[in-house]
C-alpha cells in the first residue's frame, strides 16, 4: 500500500513498523546464524544474551530499582488477577481494589476467588468518568495490597496521580499505559502488563515486583503462578515465549533509541491533547464524557450526536486506512488507541478525517 | 547461507522452511489488509477465521471426534501439570502416574501439590531403558486418571501402545511427539502438547480434551485455569496468543498439504531407522540404550564412547551445519531432535557426517 496504514485497535495493537522491519529482515536467519530466533534453544547463548538484554534495556527505560524482579510470564494480565491475590496475600485475608472501569472490576471480581475483597472507592455513580480522588479511598490497614488499573482501556480513565499508602503495596495493571510515560517504580509494590499494546505481540505479560514481597505464596499453588519460581529461575522455569520476549526486546532498543521514556511522554501529550481538541471542538458532533483531569493518554473513546453514522463513520475511515476504529462491544461508539507506536501524523490523519467527515454529514 | 542449515535442537525446534517464509513475506502485510496478523485484534472478522481454520485444520488432521474440544492456551506443559489434576480430579483424591522419564517425573511432582499421586508403573529400576509394559501397572479403581508422557523428550522413550483402561481417562502429555503419526483421540481422556516442538513458536499450548471430563474445576480455580471457561469461549477468555495461534495453523496447513499424519509417520519411520541403524552399526562409537521397541521417533539420544570427543563432535557438526546436537544438561551426551520439520537430507547429511567422524577419530 502506497497510503500509510494508522491501526487504533486498543490490542493487539500497532507496532513500530522499524521493528517490524527488523524482524522480517532477520526472520529465517538471524545474525548470520541460520535459524530463526523461534528455532533456537532458549538456554542456548544467542538466546539468553536476547533476554538479558531484553531487561536490561527495560530496566534502564523505566529505572527499576535493584531490589525490583523483571518477570517475562504468560496468560496476560488476566492470569495475573488471580496471581496477584494468590502470591501477595501474605497471610493476609484482605485486598483492596479500586474500582475505576471494566478491568478493574474484572480484577477485583478474580480476587474474590482467593480474597476477601475490599472496594475501596468506586467511580460507578458517576458514570466511571473519573479517578476517584485519593481523599474518598477507605483502606483498611490490615489489607494486603491496594490495587488499581493504572488506565482503563475501554473507558478510556487514566490515573493522574500516584495513590500513597505508606507501607501497603501498591499493585497496578498497566496493560494500556506502560511505557507510555516516566514513573517512579519505586512507588509501586507491583506492576503488571500484558504485552500486546505498548510492548509487543500478545502471549508475553510483564510483572515487575518488589523482591520482598515473593516467597509467600501458599503451597498448593501451582508453580508456574509462583512469582518466587519465576523471579528464581529467569523467566524459565520452562520454555518462556521466546519470539515475544526477543518482539519487546526489539520495542525496548526502539524506545531508548528514539529518546526514551521522557521524549515519549511528550510526543503522547501532544498526539492526545490534538485527538482531546478535536472532539471538544466539534460543537458536540464528538463526544467524550471523561473528565480532562482523568482523559487517557492512551485510549481515547467517543462517541458520534448521531449513532446512525456509526457504521458509515467507519466505513469512511477505512477507507483512508484508518482501521480499528470500532468502540469495545460493551459501550459501542469509537474508539482511537494511540499507543507509543502510533505516529503524530496517524493521529493529525484522524483528526482531518473526523473534521471533513463531520462537515459532510452535519 | 548457501548450504542447508540443519537444527537438530529439541525445542523450541526447527520449523517447516516454508512456513517461515510464508511468514516472513506475509509479516508486515496480511493478505493486502496493510497490517500484521500480530497488529490484528483477535475478535476481528480476519482473525477469527485464522483460528478457526486452525482448529478446523488440526481436527482434520488428527480426526478428532466431536466430542472433543480443541483449546489454544498458554503456559506451556508445565502448566498442564498442574491444570490436569486441577481440572480433571472432579472430585477424586487420587491421580494415577506412569513413570518413564523426566518429565513424567515433572509432571507428578506438580500433581502432588493437589492430589494423592500413585506411580501405577516406573521404569526408575531400569535406567529408563523402556516403557513399562501395562501387565505390571498398578492402577486403583478410584484413580480420577491415569497420565502418561507419550514420548520422553530427554530420555528418547517413546510409548509403542495406547493404554486400555476401561472407563478411567488417560492423559498424555505429547508435546515432544504430537503430529508426528496418526493416533486414535477417542482411546484419550485429554492431550496436551507445548507448541515449540511439532506446532509453531514457542508461548503457545494445546489441550484436546473429551468435553464430558470439563466443568468440575474447584471454585478457587484461577478462572484462565479452567479448561470449560476456555472451552467456553473458544480460546478467547482473554487475549490469545495470536501470532503463534496463526504459525500453528500454517503448520497445520503444510502438514495437510504434503500428505497428512499417515505421510509423515512413514517419512518419520525412515529417519527414525537411518538415524538408530547408524549408531547401531557404529560398532560401539555410538550408543542409544532404549530398547528397540520403545526408541523414540523424534528424540534420538546418544554418548560417544569416548567422552572427551564429546565438544569435538559439536564443534565439527556445527561446521557442518548441523546444529544444536548437544545432550539435554540433565543426561550429557548428544541428542538429535528430529521433529516433522526436519527433513530426511537432515538426518541423512548428520548420519554421513557421524561416520566421517568415527572414522577420523576411531
Known sequence: ????????????????????????????????RGISVME??????????????????????????????????????????????????????????????????????????????????????????????????QVSKDTAYVHIAGNETIGGVEFDFVPELGDIPLVSDASSHILSRPVDVSRFGLIYAGAQKNIGPAG?????????????????????LDYAVQAKEGSMHNTPPTFAIYMAGLVFKWLKKTGGLQAMAERNARKAELLYQSIDGSA???????????????????????????????????????????GHRLL????????????????QALVDFMRDFARKHN
Chains 1, 2 share one sequence.
Open 40 to 137: 533456537m534453544s532458549h538456554r542456548g547463548a544467542d538466546y539468553m544474551q536476547i533476554i538479558a538484554e531484553a531487561e536490561q534495556d527495560l530496566r534502564d527505560l523505566m529505572n527499576i530499582p535493584e531490589n525490583y524482579k523483571v518477570l517475562f510470564l504468560q496468560g496476560g494480565a488476566t492470569l495475573q488477577f488471580a496471581m496477584v491475590p494468590i502470591n501477595l496475600l501474605r497471610g493476609h485475608h484482605k485486598a483492596s481494589y479500586v474500582q475505576t472501569g471494566i478491568w478493574s472490576e474484572k480484577a477485583l471480581n478474580e480476587a474474590r476467588r482467593f480474597a476477601e475483597v475490599e472496594v475501596s472507592a468506586s467511580n460507578a455513580d458517576r458514570q466511571a468518568r473519573l479517578v476517584p480522588p485519593q481523599s474518598e479511598w
Open 204 to 224: 508475553l505479560t510483564l510483572v515487575i515486583v518488589r523482591e520482598d514481597l515473593l516467597g509467600q505464596a501458599p503451597a498448593n499453588t501451582p508453580t508456574m
Open 332 to 347: 459501542g461508539g469509537m474508539r482511537a488507541s494511540i499507543y507509543n507506536a502510533m505516529p503524530e501524523t496517524g493521529v
Open 1 to 32: 500500500m502506497n497510503q500509510p496504514v494508522y491501526n487504533f485497535g486498543a490490542g493487539p495493537a500497532m507496532l513500530p513498523p522499524a521493528v517490524l522491519e527488523q524482524v522480517q529482515a532477520e526472520l529465517l536467519d538471524w545474525h548470520g
Open 284 to 326: 458536540g458532533f464528538y463526544t467524550n464524557p471523561i473528565e480532562p483531569r482523568n482523559r487517557s493518554w492512551m485510549n481515547v473513546p467517543f462517541t458520534l450526536k448521531n449513532a446512525n453514522l456509526d457504521k458509515v463513520f467507519l466505513q469512511e475511515a477505512e477507507l483512508q486506512h484508518l482501521l480499528q476504529l470500532k
